[in-house]
């Protein structure tokens, strides 16, 4: 098995559109957009070629404390409720999967997985395991269809929201970007100590800036002023819902609810298979809402690895 730090773009990129298990968060795009923001982290990915010539590629942003000179160093696959894990361009054995887990093993760090709820390869049991779950719809049906698999609550709220003159589009300038940020903002406040991380505005542009087809801010307005948002991400089949913010005061216009299925609609008639609603962080509400709206759930585990430095 050969090794390759650091695979250049054009490997990592193969291997991700060969495989229908991939999404956004396994792609360069994703490590570039996160890398670009926060100065102490560093792509770290490694790419595999077997002895037949199949690749596989392994994504891993390297974090240290206190920046990339200090601490200890930290591999994580990947990030932000992202997915990560082994990517291959066809199916591994058993023996191929534990090669590369052993020579992650080996690099020293402690390392974070973030299964991928799409993907049948498992963690190793070496690691200390956490379930977790996502939860999705399957765009296997006519916009009718999807439509009976809202709950008697969301198809209400949904009405409500057209007759409250809510509209849902993608966002045409920075300057929406940044009204979507202090709707966040304003999100992050309401959430209080339930906030797990805030991202800063900077991701946000960058991801608008540079994410290209593979990204779109969707927004909900209402007379002209926005009142929720959320981005989305597109890779292979699958279409990927990773923030949202809204206003409290429209909360009454229902902007999600039309926002959503706007979203997987357009979705829908593009040829996409699902839309993932991604984990809701042990918000129960949340992931009320997303069933809701007919979504499944989806189990997959996460794993970490602690290094334990060893004197010799």
Not at 41 to 60: E, Q
Not at 68 to 96: D, H, M, P, W
Request: glycine share 8%; hydrophobic share 40%.
């Amino acid at each position: 098995m050969e090794i390759k730090i650091w695979p250049d773009v054009s490997f990592w990129n193969a291997v991700v559109i060969k495989n229908p298990e991939s999404t956004f968060f396994h792609t360069p795009l994703w490590h570039d957009l996160v890398v670009r923001t926060y100065a102490d982290y560093a792509i770290a990915t490694r790419g595999f070629i077997f002895s037949d010539g199949r690749k596989a590629v392994f994504p891993l942003i390297q974090t240290r404390e206190g920046g990339l000179l200090k601490g200890k160093a930290r591999l994580k696959s990947s990030v932000f409720g992202g997915y990560g894990g082994i990517i291959a361009e066809s199916k591994l054995s058993g023996t191929e999967q534990s090669a590369m887990y052993d020579y992650l093993l080996s690099l020293k760090a402690s390392i974070s997985v973030d299964g991928n709820p799409f993907s049948q390869y498992a963690i190793p049991d070496t690691f200390t395991l956490k379930k977790d779950f996502t939860q999705v719809f399957a765009l296997d049906s006519t916009e009718e269809e999807v439509l009976k698999r809202l709950s008697r609550g969301a198809k209400s709220n949904l009405n409500q929201a057209k007759k409250k003159g809510v509209s849902v589009r993608t966002a045409r300038s920075e300057e929406e970007v940044l009204r979507y940020f202090n709707i966040y903002q304003d999100t992050l406040k309401r959430w209080g100590d339930a906030t797990l991380f805030a991202y800063p505005q900077e991701l946000l542009l960058n991801i608008y800036r540079h994410g290209g087809d593979a990204a779109k801010f969707w927004i909900a307005e209402k007379d002209g002023t926005i009142i929720a948002g959320a981005i989305i991400f597109y890779w292979n089949q699958v279409v990927s819902y990773w923030h949202g913010a809204s206003l409290q005061d429209y909360f009454d216009c229902y902007p999600n609810n039309l926002l959503h299925m706007t979203v997987m609609s357009d979705a829908l008639h593009k040829g996409f298979r699902c839309y993932d609603f991604g984990p809701s962080g042990g918000q129960h509400g949340v992931a009320r809402f997303k069933q809701s709206l007919g979504a499944e759930k989806y189990e997959f585990l996460s794993g970490h690895w602690k290094y334990r430095w060893r004197k010799k």
